[in-house]
């Protein structure tokens, strides 16, 4: 009786798999991750982000992408004293003098943001377009907090707030997933970008030398092919050894298969690659997950996702 009730009600396989099929656009472009060298001086931070920002840009980079906390040491007694406020802050000013001048689209990598109504201080990544335009602000969304004994002890929600919406970048090459570093351990992220069309996730990203050889190729890995058939690319900054907090770096960029397109060690470094829409495209021909996915038996998770003018991404009420 209840086999005969299901039959009536859900809608057949087939049915399904028709109406799965996710609109891909875009060209393609050369991508850039700078692996940058961060120290305690926010000036230096900025002018070597600028110096390395155009050396990408005279290697044919269209889209350049900079690492998280790159104006800053990254931990939680650095965050209260390099916080800015969002637009008006030095690093924002520098990011879209770079963007305008490299004439490239630029993921600013994050930085921590101050918000001037409340006080509360959030780890905020920055897009621009080639005009220098802000187009895009995500604020981190899952904190990085975690303990593992005699290993590492790490809690941004000591200082930190989590951002509340996730954030699409339409560009004229095709459309862009972000997150910052821990967002790539929740998978439901890229897989709602992949849903909407979105081309590649990018995450400006921080691991460390404990987490970074255990899971930072892994998830990006699994982000890409495993997941959702779409580019990923993770960009760190360089490891110093004379810091609290050590950075894995190996900044990478993995395409639609899984495959590492591009990585590199822990020192400074540039990395690029191609990124080619129709590999995404004959990835999912090949393997067919978009028209093979049951959403009669799950849930989709970018159904109630609604995108803004502004690239938010929130819950439909």
């Not at 997941?227 to 190996?250: F, K, L, Q």
Request: overall charge negative; aromatic content about 8%.
């Amino acid at each position: 009786m209840l086999s005969a009730i299901t039959k009536r009600i859900a809608p057949s396989f087939s049915a399904l798999s028709r109406n799965m099929s996710v609109n891909v656009q875009g060209s393609p472009f050369k991508l850039a991750l700078i692996q940058l060298a961060v120290t305690d001086s926010k000036e230096h931070n900025l002018k070597h982000a600028h110096e390395r920002v155009m050396e990408a840009s005279k290697q044919g980079a269209k889209v350049v992408v900079l690492p998280e906390c790159f104006n800053s040491p990254y931990g939680t007694k650095h965050f209260p004293e390099y916080a800015e406020d969002i637009p008006e802050g030095a690093s924002i000013t520098a990011l879209s003098a770079m963007a305008k001048e490299a004439k490239v689209y630029l993921f600013g990598g994050s930085i921590p943001e101050r918000e001037s109504s409340t006080g509360k201080i959030f780890n905020t990544l920055t897009v621009y377009n080639p005009l220098g335009e802000m187009i895009a602000k995500h604020r981190k969304v899952h904190l990085f907090d975690i303990d593992i004994p005699n290993k590492i002890r790490f809690q941004e929600s000591e200082i930190l707030t989590g951002g509340s919406w996730l954030t699409h970048v339409d560009t004229e090459y095709g459309k862009f997933g972000t997150a910052i570093c821990y967002d790539i351990r929740f998978p439901e992220i890229a897989m709602i970008a992949a849903r909407k069309g979105c081309i590649a996730m990018i995450y400006p990203g921080a691991f460390n030398t404990t987490t970074g050889p255990l899971h930072w190729e892994l998830l990006q890995r699994a982000r890409s092919a495993v997941d959702n058939e779409m580019y990923v690319a993770a960009c760190s900054p360089a490891r110093d050894e004379s810091t609290e907090y050590h950075a894995w770096g190996h900044s990478t960029i993995v395409d639609p298969k899984g495959q590492v397109l591009a990585t590199c060690e822990e020192k400074e470094a540039i990395i690029y690659a191609t990124i080619d829409p129709q590999e995404i495209l004959d990835t999912r021909k090949h393997i067919p997950l978009y028209g093979q996915r049951r959403f009669d038996v799950y849930e989709d998770v970018s159904q109630k996702a609604e995108e803004s003018s502004d690239g938010k991404i929130t819950l439909k009420e």
